[in-house]
C-alpha cells in the first residue's frame, strides 16, 4: 500500500496528508513481514478514515535495532545537551505550526472537541516539549566527598539506553509528548507503539521528528496490536526500558514480561478510581464546576476521572440539584462544532463497556438522576451520567469506567469521608473541596493517591511530578522527577594518592 493517506476533514474542507507505514529510520516503509492493517475509525461517524501498516514482531526488531544504533553513534552519549535542547525546541516550532492540522486529525480519529485537542492537548504537549528541551542540558550529577587527600567520587546519570514506549488512546498527542520529551531531553532513543486505536497523530508527530532533524533512529513508530508489538517491546532483550499508560491488567502483563527477559526498567501510569470529596465549607458553586470537569472532561476518559463524588450530609440535597444542573449545561457532540466540550466515546467496544456499566448501576439499585439513555442514530455518544444512592460494593463504585458516568456517595464525617477515599485498590488521583485550611492539610496528608488537588481538579502542569500508588502504577512522569525514569546513575570512584600495599 501507498505510504501515506488523505483525509478530507468535511468541516474545514481540509484535506491533510497523514503517513501510513511504519516510521523506522526518519523514512515510512511497508511492514517486513506483514500484509495487516490497522483501520483507523472516526468515534462520531463509526467510519473508516484510512488504513495504517500493522507492525509484526519482526519490525519491531527492526525499530529496536535501528534505536540501538542511533544511541550508539549519533544520540546517547554523542550528542551534547545543548543540541538536544535544540531539537526539542524545534519539534516544539513545528508541532505549533501544525497545531490546527494535528487537532483536526485527533478529532477526526479520537473524537475529542477540534478547541480541546488544539488549545489544551496540544497546547500542552508543545509546552511539555520546551520544558524539558530546557532540561536537557542541566542533567547534573554530584561530587562527594571521600578522602580530600587521596580519593573522590562522582556521580553521572546516563541516558538508560533504548526505550519502548506504549501510549493510549485517551490522549495521543499529550501521552506521546510525556513519554518522549523527557527520554530525548536525557539521550535516549525511543520505539513508540502508539495505540492501535489512535494511530494517526503519532504517524504525523513522526514526520516531524524528521523534520526537525533528529538523527535516523532515534524516534521509530510502529502502530501494532498490543498483543503484537506491545507484547514484542515489553519482552524485547534490547529494549533497556519500558513505559506504559494504560490499563492495569495490561501493566501486570508488562512488568511480568520485563521481569522474564532482561529485567528492563518498567514505569506505569495505570488505572484509577480517583475520590472527590465535598466539605460542607466549600464553595459549592465552585466545588460543582470541578466536580462536572472531574468527570465529564474528555468524556470521563481519563484515568484521574473523579468517578466517585464523596459530599457530606449537611450539603448533599443541594449540591446534587446543583451538579445535575450544570452537568446537563455541557454539550457532548461533533468535534467541530465550537459549542461541543465533549465527544463521543473512543470505538464501539468503550461505548459497550460504558453502557454495560449504566445498565449494571441500574440493576444494582443505584438511583439514576441524570442521564442512562442512549441516543439513536450513529456516534458512540454517551451523555453525562449521574448515579446517587450508591453502595460501595457496586461495580459502579469499584471499577474504572472510562466514561461520563459518576457515583455519588455520602459521608458525615471528615474521618469518614478518608476512608470511603481510600476503599479503592487504585491510587492515581483525589481531589476535596473545602475552605477550612487545616482540613484541607489533614486531609490531602491522609488521601492515598499520586496527585491531590485541593479546590480543583484533574489539571496538570508540565513541572510537576504524576503517577499512581497501589494499583495505578509506578513510577513518576512530568517534572524534573520523570528524568529519573530515562537516566542510570553510575557512581565513579577516583584515586588520586591512596597507594595499595600488597599483599593484604
Not at 391 to 406: A, H, R, T, Y
Request: hydrophobic residues 40%; contains cysteine; charged residues 20%.
Amino acid at each position: 500500500m501507498a505510504q501515506t493517506a488523505k483525509i478530507l476533514i468535511p468541516a474545514t474542507k481540509r484535506e491533510i496528508e497523514v503517513p501510513t507505514g511504519l516510521f523506522i529510520n526518519n523514512e515510512f516503509v511497508p511492514s517486513a513481514d506483514s500484509n495487516e492493517l490497522i483501520h483507523a475509525f472516526n468515534p462520531a461517524t463509526e467510519d473508516v478514515i484510512c488504513s495504517v501498516v500493522a507492525g509484526s514482531e519482526k519490525d519491531i526488531d527492526i525499530a529496536v535495532a535501528a534505536a540501538r544504533t542511533a544511541f550508539n553513534t549519533t544520540w546517547g552519549k554523542n550528542v551534547t545537551g545543548f543540541e538536544r535542547s535544540r531539537l526539542l525546541n524545534k519539534l516544539a516550532d513545528l508541532m505549533e505550526r501544525d497545531q490546527q492540522e494535528l487537532a483536526e486529525v485527533e478529532s477526526v480519529n479520537n473524537g475529542k472537541p477540534v478547541k480541546i485537542a488544539r488549545d489544551f492537548d496540544i497546547g500542552d504537549s508543545i509546552q511539555c516539549l520546551r520544558y524539558y528541551a530546557g532540561w536537557a542540558d542541566k542533567i547534573l550529577g554530584q561530587t562527594i566527598e571521600v578522602d580530600n587527600r587521596t580519593k573522590l567520587a562522582f556521580t553521572r546519570h546516563d541516558p538508560i539506553g533504548v526505550c519502548g514506549q506504549i501510549i493510549p488512546w485517551n490522549y495521543p498527542i499529550n501521552m506521546w509528548a510525556w513519554k518522549v520529551a523527557p527520554a530525548l531531553a536525557c539521550g535516549c532513543t525511543i520505539v513508540m507503539k502508539p495505540s492501535e486505536l489512535t494511530p494517526l497523530t503519532a504517524l504525523m508527530l513522526s514526520k516531524l521528528i524528521a523534520e526537525a532533524g533528529f538523527p535516523p533512529g532515534v524516534v521509530n513508530t510502529i502502530p501494532s496490536l498490543g498483543s503484537i508489538g506491545g507484547a514484542a517491546l515489553s519482552a524485547h532483550k534490547d529494549v533497556d526500558k519500558v513505559a506504559f499508560t494504560g490499563s492495569t491488567v495490561t501493566g501486570r502483563k508488562i512488568m511480568e514480561a520485563a521481569a522474564k527477559s532482561n529485567l528492563k526498567k518498567v514505569s506505569l501510569e495505570l488505572g484509577g478510581k480517583s475520590p472527590h470529596l465535598v466539605f460542607e465549607s466549600a464553595d459549592l458553586d465552585q466545588a460543582a464546576n470541578w466536580a462536572c470537569l472531574g468527570i465529564l472532561y474528555n468524556t470521563g476518559q481519563d484515568c484521574t476521572a473523579g468517578s466517585r463524588l464523596y459530599v457530606q450530609d449537611s450539603i448533599y440535597d443541594k449540591f446534587v440539584a446543583l451538579l445535575v444542573v450544570k452537568a446537563k449545561e455541557l454539550v457532548i457532540g461533533d468535534g467541530f462544532d465550537e459549542k461541543s466540550g465533549g465527544g463521543p466515546v473512543v470505538s464501539r467496544a468503550q461505548y459497550d463497556k460504558v453502557w454495560g456499566y449504566i445498565e449494571n448501576g441500574k440493576t444494582q439499585g443505584a438511583k439514576l438522576v441524570l442521564g442512562g439513555q442512549k441516543r439513536p442514530g450513529k456516534g458512540f455518544f454517551v451523555d453525562p451520567t449521574i448515579f446517587t444512592d450508591i453502595k460501595q460494593d457496586m461495580k459502579i463504585v469499584q471499577d474504572e469506567i472510562f466514561g461520563p458516568v459518576l457515583s455519588v456517595g455520602r459521608f458525615k464525617t471528615e474521618e469518614e469521608a478518608i476512608a470511603l477515599a481510600n476503599d479503592t485498590t487504585y491510587g492515581l488521583g483525589a481531589g476535596l473541596h473545602s475552605n477550612d485550611a487545616n482540613q484541607c492539610m489533614r486531609v490531602s496528608s491522609a488521601l492515598e493517591a499520586g496527585t491531590v488537588w485541593v479546590n480543583q481538579y484533574n489539571l496538570l502542569n508540565n513541572n510537576v511530578p504524576f503517577g499512581g500508588k497501589k494499583q495505578s502504577g509506578i513510577g513518576r512522569e512530568l517534572g524534573s522527577y520523570a528524568l529519573e525514569e530515562y537516566t542510570s546513575v553510575k557512581a565513579v570512584h577516583w584515586n588520586f594518592g591512596e597507594k595499595l600495599d600488597w599483599p593484604l
